[in-house]
């Protein structure tokens, strides 16, 4: 049994979505999202930043992970049977890691900094200029990703992988936080993957 401490709407949604592509057993355990109790000594014992998801394998309980692509890859290379990544060390799995790593690192970064400036200085005079900065950032990794799935319905080879759900994670705050539509590629990869059964088992409509 795999449990994921989540909060709806964040990376939590990586790790229950892949549990549910690889017909694994796992519980989602609510978090409470307000600031006390994720600063709290309980919580700082499961995640030392204070934030969420947290993953715990109950096969291994003295294992808990606190990054959700640490989780994703964790829960391919245990209980994935080769399914949901290329073989390792192929082009293909180079690809693969590329752009899960990109789903995180460059991508979701500047779309956490608008969640986490509007969060703590919703009032501040410079807020829009930062923000739009980070918008900038965004539209360049959106751009991007579009380019690559011009002739592709995912984006590893055309087929669909462990990195269509890191990175529908991100475009999933993309829509959100940037304010004009998302360019047409992009939007039906999103709507493709919010099609596929694993994801309206674990979610429906939303994360």
Known sequence: MIEIYHVPGTRGVRP???CAELGIDYRVIDVDFSA???SSPEWRR???VGKVPVMVDTESPDLTIFESGAMVQYLLDRYGNGQ??????TPAHAL???WSWFAEATFARPLGEIVNHL???PDEQSSEAAIEEM???ARLCVTAVNDALKDCDYIVNNTFSAADIMLGYTIMLAVKFLPEPIPSAVLAYWERLQQR????SAFGNAG
Do not use: D, K, T, V
Not at 197 to 200: G, K, V
């Open 119 to 121: 969060r703590e200085f």
């Open 36 to 38: 006390s109790y994720r």
């Open 46 to 48: 499961m995640n030392p």
């Open 96 to 98: 693969y890691l590329q």
């Open 84 to 89: 949901l990544q290329p073989q390792p060390g």
């Open 197 to 200: 059964p694993a994801y309206q």
């Open 16 to 18: 229950i979505w892949l």
């Open 135 to 137: 918008r900038n950032r």
